[in-house]
Nanobody
Framework: VQLQASGGGLVQSGGSLTLSCVAS????????MGWSRQAPGKQRELVAT???????SYADPARGRFAISRNTRENTIYLQMSSLKPDDTAVYHC??????????WGQGTQVTVSS
């Protein structure tokens, strides 16, 4: 499965961005998809996930500010980010885990939040 992310950019603190990730296969066949991020000098963290059944989960930094959604007809997942903070600055990667536990991260998109 190929994952193509887009939508990153430069935004001021308090602003919003929406990231998109297009998968090359039917996302309903993928157990778990989501978004991870990695800031310079920090470990990668999974910020939001959505199951094949449509259940969403969020890491604490994202809860209440980020929303993950999907369009199954277009094999696309989204990450709507609001109330962005400088700490949200990172490279954001689309992520999947299939039914066998295989994990994959797509190419990233840079999100920069200025103070």
């Amino acid at each position: 499965v190929q994952l193509q992310a887009s939508g990153g950019g430069l935004v001021q603190s308090g602003g919003s961005l929406t990231l998109s990730c297009v998968a090359s296969e039917d996302i309903l066949s993928i157990n778990l998809m989501g978004w991870s991020r990695q800031a310079p000098g920090k470990q990668r963290e999974l910020v939001a996930t959505i199951t094949s059944g449509g259940s969403a989960s969020y890491a604490d930094p994202a809860r209440g500010r980020f929303a993950i959604s999907r369009n199954t007809r277009e094999n696309t997942i989204y990450l709507q980010m609001s109330s962005l903070k400088p700490d949200d600055t990172a490279v954001y990667h689309c992520y999947l885990r299939d039914r066998y536990g295989y994990e994959k991260w797509g190419q990233g998109t840079q999100v920069t939040v200025s103070s």
